[in-house]
């Protein structure tokens, strides 16, 4: 008979670590409270991913003893961009994020703070779960500036410093660009507008 965790992760019976403890012996604790853990299986290269950042990125998150993933968007060719700290919910997720360059393919442990809390997420997630979720950074873009141009007036833009416009710019051409190769030719021309003409 297969043994059960308990709540706290510890195998029932046997006083044995769970397979999840005993990954995340070898991880790297990232927050610093153990409450997500890193392991990188591909290193990247390049910057980390800037907090203001919008991420391509391909992930799929795992139930300990559950060896089909609860969540995944590894079936699309191309993922959708996600903004940091408005499309992305897992605290964990966004945590392991920033600690990401392009490229790399890393395996993250979440523990419930950073995942789905005490409650879970009937019926799919059990109460106070730890999750794994691993993560393939493919692109970011840092949108910061961007964002902040877009704010201002027409009058605040024209005394917004040249470098800081080309760069709004490129970011607005990569963001038209990768709209574009997802076939979303309204939403791309509009990213390319907004680089044409001010607010």
């Known amino acids: 008979i297969r043994s059960k965790p308990n709540n706290s ?11 999840y403890q005993r990954l995340g012996r070898r ?16 290193a ?14 391909k992930y799929s998150g795992y139930l300990e003893f ?3 993933p609860f969540d995944t968007n590894c079936h699309r060719k191309i993922p959708r961009l996600m903004k940091l700290g408005k499309d992305i919910t897992l605290g964990g997720m966004e945590a392991g994020l920033l600690t990401m360059k392009k490229g790399e393919l ?7 703070s950073y995942a ?3 409650l879970g997420c009937p019926p799919l997630i059990p109460p106070n779960a730890t999750v ?3 993560m393939e950074l493919l692109d970011f873009l840092d949108s910061a500036e961007s964002d902040t141009f877009f704010s201002l007036t027409a009058e605040q833009q024209d005394t917004f410093p040249l470098e800081k416009v080309l760069k709004v710019a490129d970011t607005e051409r990569e963001f038209g660009n990768y709209l574009f190769r997802q076939k979303r030719f309204m939403d791309a021309r509009e990213r390319y507008k907004r680089v044409m003409k001010p607010q």
């Open 132 to 134: 794994l979720f691993e």
């Open 116 to 118: 789905y809390g005490v």
């Open 27 to 42: 991880m790297q604790d990232v927050t610093g409270d153990k409450g997500v853990l890193k392991e990188v299986i591909r």
């Open 44 to 57: 990247g290269s390049g910057e980390m991913v800037l907090p203001d950042s919008s991420v391509l990125v």
């Open 106 to 112: 890393a395996r993250f442990l979440f523990e419930p």
């Open 9 to 19: 992760g510890v195998m029932c019976g046997h006083g044995a670590p769970s397979p």
């Open 66 to 68: 559950m060896d089909k």
